[in-house]
Nanobody
């Protein structure tokens, strides 16, 4: 059974940075692809960024140039570096691990950007 746990969210002022991470235990991580999604109150969950097992990345237009996804297969961990944060980035951020045809989600980590 794959277990996904996010950490590293928090509260920052506009223009600040956060770097949440996502650890996947029980995963054949090298065969997985990964994504970060977010869901703001009253809105649908949306894809923020993803990375394939070959390291190919994809970003939503709203975060291009500000967010960076990376992964460390040796640590079964996915990282999200978020810079120049804006109030509209406020949401619960979820990590997804796609592995051998199955999707595994974490419980989410809150990111709040406010002055």
């Amino acid at each position: 059974q794959v277990r996904v746990v996010e950490s590293g969210g928090g509260s920052v002022q506009p223009g600040g940075s956060l770097s949440p991470s996502c650890a996947a235990s029980g995963s054949i991580f090298r065969f997985s692809s990964n994504g970060w999604y977010r869901q703001a109150p009253g809105k649908q969950r949306e894809l923020v960024t993803s990375i394939t097992r070959d390291g190919i990345t994809n970003y939503a237009d709203s975060v291009k140039g500000r967010f960076t996804i990376s992964r460390d297969a040796a640590k079964n961990t996915v990282y999200l570096q978020m810079n120049s944060l804006k109030p509209e980035d406020t949401a619960v951020y979820y990590c997804k691990v796609e592995e051998l045809g199955y999707d595994y989600w974490g419980q989410g980590t809150q990111v709040t950007v406010s002055s």
